[in-house]
């Protein structure tokens, strides 16, 4: 019990990578013996992440080995180099950390009916939920590029070879997209660890002697660009869409409910911490990229036919609210920024496994194709009516909390653009309902008129999101209350940091 | 244990038994009414709304019966949200304001729901009904009893999605589901403003209080109602855009008000909220949601009252949106239509009197307007039941001599609402002209007077149309398909039953009645109910008794019963006049007709404005920035092509030119080794000969 | 003029051994210059006469002809088939023209070779040269010269093995 | 003795050898070739004898021409085998037929 303690966290991140050299074992016809072996495989790091959440003490805040980080494994990897394997969680990565240890067994549930590679399928995920669970506890900033890159191997594999017709330019286009942007981070690591006095990669070192670095506006940039084609922020986004169309549904939970969070986490992590200065100088830009991003992704989410989509744009404009909370810099809206990034995280991925119920039925996502299905399938309409109205920030919902905070953190410095954020609920109203309208209500569609409810499978995957969703839209402090102390460090870090 | 004490412990219960009730039918609703038919859904559903109605009947109790100091209640449950300086909890507000508001929700949702058990029996979506129904009535409740803004912002807009959920209740007709889809999208559009008005309040108060390092107690919730009224002065002298803060924030919040209570704006939803079923018109359109923006005002009223401009602007709008919805209301011909457009006639007198800051004379006017505007549209309920869902007014008639009871109730709230005397509207309309003429409103007052006039007529020509005269069922166009099964029905009008008529007739005998708890001074009346209003909305100069105050009153009555003359003479003396006087004035009927077109001009520039800039988005995403995208993809083929080409010709070029030389010479000195042997002999001494003569020639004589 | 019986005599030789060679090369018949060949031979052994190499001149006598040249006409008799001996032998124009250009240069260097080494005029020395060279080769082929003795023998042996097996295997 | 010099012999043996060498050329038939080269071998051997006569006054040299002849000889005896087989399967020796080496 003591050794689980004390090594939880690297037992959370490689389990799912042991896990799937079993499954590789394992011989190619069972695919139910894989298939269960993996679920079981991700159920492991959820109940450790449980025992994680249980011990976080909520009061420390900091970004250093005494303060805020916890749960601390440092050994010294490769010496020469000062890379040491420095893994640790504060309140910004323990959100994030319970929700990819609840997507996981989600997207693995909801890909039960995988028949092609099974075995090739749950390798690859296995190895993927190590390279996100790595991303989110990494502080060495070596380690944490690893990460980053074992994360986007096997999303390309995954989306080139399971997805769906126009799969290679989708899987080549966001490969190359984001290692794109990956390789600008890796130079700025590099130069980070160049200008760092006692050569280091360690992010708590960083952060403290940051003064040391120069031309810190290049490297600022350099980050926020490899971290914004992540998030992803609006020039960069056209892999988007794309990825999520041709994705195969688990994958695009993924997609969206994870690896999106990872350019904001992204952006706090380094960009806050180790340029605060910068960061403080550039408030105003991220600021105006997050509503553009708002607005634009609601726009155009509006005009698609395609319900895959209209949901992959919806997402680019909920990530626009949290570019604009952490913009604000202040209490409430930083805290809303990374609620939301929690939020989104769950009402994506019951939006995207509602699109992948009914594609794996009617085999086509073409919104106007359906037509009044809602009595014919009462529950699965519930849950999509549930989905929905959460994605358009219906209060009750959790969505509501984040967004709430976001405009009212916001509005103390940025007045009008608040305003024009705040439109973009409108629009999201729209789009979300004129969906909904086309594909539950009005004249039943008669080539559907006998479509099955939802499975048990698919049950047990959407009602967990659901019921998260409605309760920590009336009770938000189970998850509100972990960032609380890194927030307002993080801000007031900002605000004294300003040159 | 006192009733304050119970209150402040179980005060939540008011919202809880509801929420069970929508989710008890809701969620187990199809299984029970499978097993055991409709009737224990309904009995569920009635039985939490009269819960929570008793509650509300002991809270108006504990309420009236402090004293006069702590005239207010509060019953906190949890803390909800408690981020950086702001704090709100999940608390509720029991004072006379909501402990009247809750009365009203209560009782007529009690009522209501009583009276859909007979109206929806058979609908095979019962459950979803009542489940949508308690929902309603849950919401309603947390927008009343809410205690700080937030609070109220959630009650605001899950009003708004029940709403939606049960205008398109029938949802398997297109034409409901985007009814509902516009209602919700409208009141999305007046959430805008409310949220912003939110945001400015709550930056300008934490930039007061916690940067101006005032001492204030623990954390305060900024945004309780409470806290508002003490510290809202705090943001008198600051100015957002040049206009001095507060007019801004009351606006922002008035633009809320109009997308909740239909005023000019925004108010498109409601005759398109028809579109539900007739009960779900009487509680949410006419009753209880759409007073919530007066609601809002009168629990805000310290904040309107700071600023003038925002009054006036209030109370223009009122008087103007009363008009207009008057002259659309006299030319329509759907019995619901009508209703609804004098619904928003009437929220607009509630605008007018909030706007000239007669805030007790408005919600008196909500009080009774919830009376006798519920009971005519369960009327036209029964109306509709009986007349096997026909709503045209045209095909109806003489309906007096089939449904008596129905005619009774109809004709006392079409009394109360022309505000002939003895009835409550004549009390609080009344109130709220004189109001608006003493505070020296005149124009609004002679715009108000007008209205007075029309609604009388409008609803005189209603009552004429529906119930004298003969039957006209059978000169209806058969034509649409809903009613092919008619014929042998067509003399079948009968009454509704018993629990149908018996809700009318409470609403009925309460719009009589509810008139009398406010008799202002001027008829000896002690005006209990703005007195008892008076811890919210503060005192008012007891005003003497002007003898103008008669001259009013006379005038309104002269108006409302000229109005009802003239509906008498022209449908019920003389029914072909209407015609000749339509057919004089064509075009201007067939504009007000049409609603001046406002829809469609709302359907042109905003939702085909939106649709165009979506296409425009969407196409800039596709194809500029894909076209950068590709662009780059593309430049960088085509460099790869280059550079493969570069390789393919240069250097390959310069490797296979090499291998072809060696090939073309090759197969040149292929040709020499022809197999003779002579020929490799000729070659071979030919080469000594060439050897030895360039030996001798490079190293001179041998 | 004194020109002495010996020089006549040896003109004699020398033109028997060169002007059948010309029969050699452009004869039609390949017997007729099979014969040509003959006279040169003989030539050839004559000329070795001259040199005091009596023994070279027999050995010339012996293989030569009787060898080589017996072995050639039973090549020829067995290989020609009568009728179209005259069209194997014609010898191509072009190629006859060939032959010729590189003999000339052939011709040519060699000239050069002879003028450039000045041409010394140098007379038998007699008298040191023993008449009769065969014991002299003798012994000389067995004391100095005995491994290319033991080569040639080996050579001689291979060859004749090498032919029988050449001329069976293909046969078949 | 004026004209039994070596120049001479040289001349004589210069006229074989360029012979030898344009019979070699010339011929179309093997046999014809195979007579050229045994005038070239003749004219050598020749040059060997006359050298060892008048120049080096010792037998080494017409040892050599010993050599060469016996070498000629096994050089026919290997040829005569050649052509019989080349005849048998070709069917006749015309040199210009046997360009299977053609490259």
């Known amino acids: ?143 944490f590029f690893i990460f980053w890159e074992v994360m986007l191997l096997p999303m390309y594999f995954l989306i080139g070879i399971w997805g769906g017709p126009r799969r290679e330019y989708a899987a080549i286009k966001f490969f190359i997209y984001t290692l794109v942007g990956s390789v600008i981070i890796l130079l700025v690591i590099i130069y980070f660890y160049l200008a760092s006095a006692p050569h280091t990669f360690d992010m708590t070192e960083l952060a403290k002697n940051n003064a040391l670095f120069g031309n810190r506006m290049i490297c600022w940039f350099a980050l926020f660009i490899g971290f914004a084609i992540k998030v992803p922020i609006f020039p960069f986004h056209t892999w988007l869409p794309d990825a999520h169309v041709e994705a195969p549904t688990a994958i695009s939970v993924i997609l969206a409910g994870i690896l999106l969070k990872m350019g904001t986490y992204g952006i706090l992590r380094i960009n806050y911490t180790m340029l605060p200065d910068m960061t403080a100088k550039m408030a105003t830009f991220m600021a105006v990229l997050g509503v553009i991003n708002i607005i634009y992704g609601a726009l155009c989410a509006m005009f698609q036919k395609d319900l895959k989509k209209l949901v992959a744009y919806s997402s680019i404009s909920h990530m626009g609210y949290v570019i604009l909370g952490i913009a604000s810099f202040t209490d409430e809206g930083l805290n809303g920024g990374i609620f939301q990034m929690f939020n989104h995280g769950v009402v994506t991925a019951m939006l995207f496994l509602l699109v992948g119920v009914i594609y794996d039925r009617a085999h086509h996502r073409e919104i106007d194709g359906f037509g009044g299905i809602a009595p014919i399938v009462p529950n699965y309409s519930f849950l999509a009516f549930l989905a929905f109205f959460a994605a358009l920030g219906l209060p009750g919902l959790n969505s509501f909390i984040s967004e709430a905070l976001v405009l009212l953190g916001a509005f103390q410095k940025y007045r009008i653009l608040t305003a024009v954020a705040a439109t973009g609920a409108i629009i999201t109203a729209a789009y979300c309902l004129w969906t909904l309208q086309r594909i539950f209500l009005g004249k039943l569609n008669e080539n559907y008129a006998l479509l099955p409810d939802i499975t048990m499978t698919e049950a047990v995957t959407l009602i967990p999101l659901g019921v998260i969703v409605v309760t920590l839209g009336i009770y938000p402090h189970p998850v509100l209350d972990l960032m609380k102390p890194t927030v307002s460090f993080l801000n007031n870090l900002i605000i004294h940091m300003k040159l | 244990m006192s009733m304050k004490t119970f209150i402040e412990q179980y005060g939540f219960m008011i919202l809880l038994s509801p929420l069970l009730g929508s989710a008890i039918t809701g969620l187990a609703g199809r299984r029970i009414q499978k097993k055991y038919g409709a009737r224990p859904i309904g009995l569920i559903a009635c039985g939490s709304v009269l819960v929570s109605f008793i509650i509300a009947l002991a809270a108006f109790a504990a309420v009236a019966g402090a004293r006069e100091g702590e005239k207010t209640i509060i019953c906190i449950v949890f803390n909800w949200l408690s981020v950086g300086d702001l704090r709100a909890d999940v608390s509720f507000l029991f004072d006379p304001l909501s402990s009247v508001m809750i009365l009203i929700v209560t009782g007529i949702g009690f009522l209501i729901h009583a009276y859909s058990t007979e109206y929806m029996k058979g609908d095979s979506g019962y459950y979803r009904y009542f489940s949508y129904l308690n929902l309603f009535i849950f919401s309603m409740l947390l927008l009343v009893l809410g205690e700080n803004l937030l609070l109220m912002f959630i009650g605001w807009e899950g009003v708004g999605l029940c709403s939606y959920l049960l205008i398109s209740f029938w949802f398997s007709e297109k034409a409901n589901a985007i009814a509902g889809n516009k209602a919700f999208i409208v009141n999305r559009v007046g ?259 007008m209205t007075t006039g029309m609604t009388s007529f409008y609803m005189t020509r209603l009552v004429m149309v529906t119930f004298y005269g003969e039957n006209r069922l059978h000169l209806r166009p058969s034509t649409d398909d809903r009613h092919d099964h008619d014929d042998h029905h067509r003399d079948g009008v009968k009454e509704s039953p018993s629990s149908v008529t018996m809700p009318l007739v409470i609403l009925a005998f309460f719009s009589g009645v509810a008139g009398f708890i406010g008799v202002p001074a001027a008829l000896g009346g002690g005006n209990h109910f703005e007195h008892f209003l008076m811890p919210v909305f503060g005192h008012h100069a007891v005003a003497h008794h002007d003898p103008m105050e008669y001259v009013l009153m006379f005038a309104s009555v002269a108006a409302s019963l000229g109005g009802i003359g003239a509906g008498v003479f022209l449908y019920r003396i003389r029914p072909e006049l209407p015609d000749i006087i339509v057919s004089k004035i064509k075009m201007v009927h067939r504009i007000v007709y049409n609603k001046y077109f406002v829809d469609e001009i709302y359907a042109f520039l905003f939702v085909s404005g939106t649709m165009l800039m979506t296409r425009v988005f969407a196409s800039f995403d596709r194809y500029v920035i894909d076209l950068f995208v590709d662009l780059t993809a593309h430049v960088l083929r085509f460099k790869s092509y280059i550079s493969g080409a570069i390789d393919r010709v240069i250097v390959d070029g310069l490797v296979n030119g090499v291998a072809e030389s060696f090939l073309f010479s090759g197969s040149q000195l292929r040709k020499i080794q022809t197999g003779r042997i002579q020929a490799y002999v000729m070659v071979l001494l030919f080469l000594v000969v060439l050897g030895v003569s360039l030996v001798v020639i490079l190293k001179g004589e041998v | 003029m004194n020109v002495e019986m010996k020089e006549i005599v040896f003109f004699g030789v020398a033109a028997m051994t060169m002007v059948p060679c010309f029969f050699v090369a452009f004869s039609r018949n390949i017997l007729h210059s099979a014969f040509a060949l003959f006279f040169t031979f003989l030539g050839a052994s004559g000329l070795y006469f001259f040199l005091d190499a009596d023994f070279l001149a027999l050995v010339q006598l012996i293989i030569y002809i009787g060898g080589v040249l017996v072995l050639l006409l039973f090549a020829i008799l067995l290989t020609k088939n009568i009728d179209n001996i005259r069209s194997t032998n014609a010898v191509a124009a072009k190629r006859a023209a060939a032959a010729g250009v590189v003999t000339a240069a052939m011709f040519g260097v060699i000239l050069y070779a002879f003028l450039a080494s000045g041409w010394p005029f140098r007379h038998s020395g007699a008298g040191q040269y023993p008449a009769v060279t065969t014991k002299a080769l003798g012994k000389l082929l067995l004391t100095t010269y005995l491994l290319p003795f033991e080569a040639i023998s080996i050579l001689l042996l291979a060859v004749l093995i090498g032919s029988l097996v050449i001329a069976n295997r293909s046969v078949k | 003795m004026g004209i039994i010099a070596i120049q001479s012999y040289l001349i004589i043996s210069l006229f074989l050898f360029l012979m030898g060498i344009f019979t070699t050329i010339s011929r179309k038939n093997i046999i014809g070739i195979f007579m050229g080269i045994e005038l070239i071998l003749n004219s050598s051997a020749l040059n060997f004898a006359a050298f060892s006569r008048f120049s080096a006054h010792n037998l080494e040299g017409q040892l050599f021409s010993i050599f060469i002849i016996v070498i000629a000889a096994a050089e026919a005896a290997i040829a005569l085998a050649l052509m019989l087989s080349i005849y048998r399967r070709f069917g006749d020796i015309d040199a210009d037929k046997l360009d299977s080496l053609k490259g």
């Open chain 1, 1 to 143: 019990m003591e050794f689980i303690n004390s090594h939880l966290l690297s037992l959370i991140t490689f389990i799912p990578v042991i896990g799937s050299l079993f499954v590789l074992a394992f011989p190619r016809d069972k695919a139910n013996l894989i298939r269960w072996s993996a679920l079981v495989i991700t159920i492991i790091p959820l109940l450790l992440a449980l025992v994680l959440y249980a011990g976080f003490d909520r009061s420390t805040a900091g970004f250093s080995h005494t303060a805020g980080i916890q749960f601390i494994e440092k050994y010294t990897w490769i010496r020469d180099f000062n890379m040491n394997f420095f893994m640790g969680v504060d309140g910004l990565s323990m959100p994030m950390v319970l929700l990819c240890a609840l997507i996981c067994p989600i997207c693995i549930l909801a890909s039960w009916n995988v028949e092609r590679g099974v075995k090739g399928y749950f390798f690859l995920f296995l190895l993927l939920e190590t390279g996100m669970m790595g991303a989110f506890v990494a502080l060495d900033f070596f380690l």
């Open chain 2, 191 to 449: 959430d805008f403003g409310f949220i912003l008005g939110i945001l400015a309040l709550y930056s300008l108060l934490k930039d007061k209080i916690f940067g101006g390092g005032l001492v204030v107690p623990v954390a305060p919730s900024l945004l309780s109602f409470r806290f508002l009224a003490e510290n809202v002065h705090l943001i008198n002298n600051i100015d957002i855009f040049g206009v001095s803060a507060a007019t801004v924030i009351c606006l922002c919040l008035f633009v809320g008000a109009t997308g909740k209570s239909a005023q000019i704006p925004l108010y498109v939803w409601l005759p398109d909220a028809m579109a539900g079923p007739t009960p779900v018109s009487a509680l949410i359109h006419a009753a209880t949601m759409v007073t919530a923006g007066i609601y809002m005002i009168g629990r805000l009223n310290f904040l309107f009252s700071m600023s003038g401009t925002s009054l006036n602007v209030i109370a223009t709008i009122g008087a103007a949106t009363a008009l207009f919805a008057a002259t659309v209301g006299c030319v329509q011909n759907d019995i619901k239509k009508v209703l609804a457009y004098s619904t928003v006639s009437q929220l607009g007198y509630m605008f007018l009197g909030m706007g000239v800051t007669a805030y007790s004379s408005g919600i008196f006017h909500l009080v009774t307007h919830a009376f006798f505007k519920a009971c005519l549209f369960l009327c036209a309920g029964s109306i509709i039941l009986g007349m096997h869902h026909e709503q045209d007014i045209r095909w109806m008639g003489g309906l007096k001599r089939y449904m008596p009871k129905t005619f009774l109730t109809f004709m006392i709230a079409t009394l109360a609402i022309s505000g002939v005397p003895p009835f409550s509207g004549f009390f609080s309309k009344d109130e709220i002209l004189w109001q608006a003429w003493k505070t020296g409103h005149q124009g609004l007052w002679l715009v108000g007077f």
